[in-house]
């Protein structure tokens, strides 16, 4: 279904969620609204495919409809793998079950309901967050990243991406614009970009690049960078160093 949430006038635009409005609309938004999203997927999988370990868990989180988790599904080397996908929203959860259903596979996928800031995290090769983790409460950003780093393997990825910001105003009100005209030449009205605009306001909180980088850092990931940008959406790679031979 097409995007059509904000393209009429409301009074007062409450707080963007994912709900069944949302899920029924969802690959629509991404498509129009995130540059370089088929390609951050593409990438998911050949970084699955390189990474992924026989018997270890591969996470999905803050999957919505699955599409990452569908990716790393078809691009596992190993039958043995399992792969865990996990939201906080029962419609996203329920509509991916139903994408996964109709695609067979030998890989083994859980789709759990629930909050990634408490679920065990344990014998990881891969875990994504794609476009997760500007959705949570920024004070918790640092404990969930080390909690991750702690529950990969070692030589285990994390491929996280986001919406960043910058700190120079004039970059910033560049790479805005291009982001602007990506969207309306995707057939996004201004209103539409301004009421979503709103709806985001306080929910979806970016950090800039830097930020991400010294998080890595912090939760003890000894490599760690951007493998792809598209205006202001980057995706990063932080790999968990090996046991030494």
Request: aromatic share 10%.
């Amino acid at each position: 279904m097409k995007d059509t949430l904000y393209a009429q006038q409301y009074e007062a635009v409450g707080a963007f969620q994912f709900d069944d409005s949302v899920v029924a609309v969802f690959p629509d938004m991404i498509q129009r609204s995130v540059p370089g999203y088929q390609t951050i997927l593409t990438g998911i999988g050949e970084l699955t495919a390189q990474y992924a370990r026989p018997n270890s868990h591969l996470y999905d989180l803050g999957c919505s409809l699955g599409a990452a988790t569908l990716t790393m599904r078809r691009k596992a080397p190993f039958a043995n793998c399992k792969v865990i996908g996990i939201d906080t929203s029962q419609p996203m959860i329920e509509r991916a079950q139903e994408h996964l259903d109709g695609f067979h596979s030998d890989v083994a996928v859980e789709l759990i309901c629930g909050d990634m800031t408490t679920l065990p995290i344990e014998n990881a090769s891969v875990i994504v967050l794609n476009f997760t983790l500007q959705f949570i409460e920024p004070s918790l950003r640092q404990t969930l990243l080390t909690r991750l780093y702690e529950g990969l393997n070692p030589g285990g990825i994390l491929i996280l991406s986001e919406k960043v910001h910058f700190e120079s105003p004039d970059l910033q009100n560049a790479i805005e614009h291009l982001h602007l005209q990506f969207k309306r030449a995707n057939g996004y009205s201004e209103l539409e970009i301004a009421q979503k605009r709103a709806a985001l306001e306080n929910v979806l909180q970016s950090d800039t690049a830097e930020t991400h980088l010294q998080r890595f850092a912090k939760a003890g990931f000894q490599t760690a960078g951007c493998w792809f940008q598209a205006y202001n959406f980057m995706s990063f790679l932080a790999i968990k160093a090996p046991l030494s031979k």
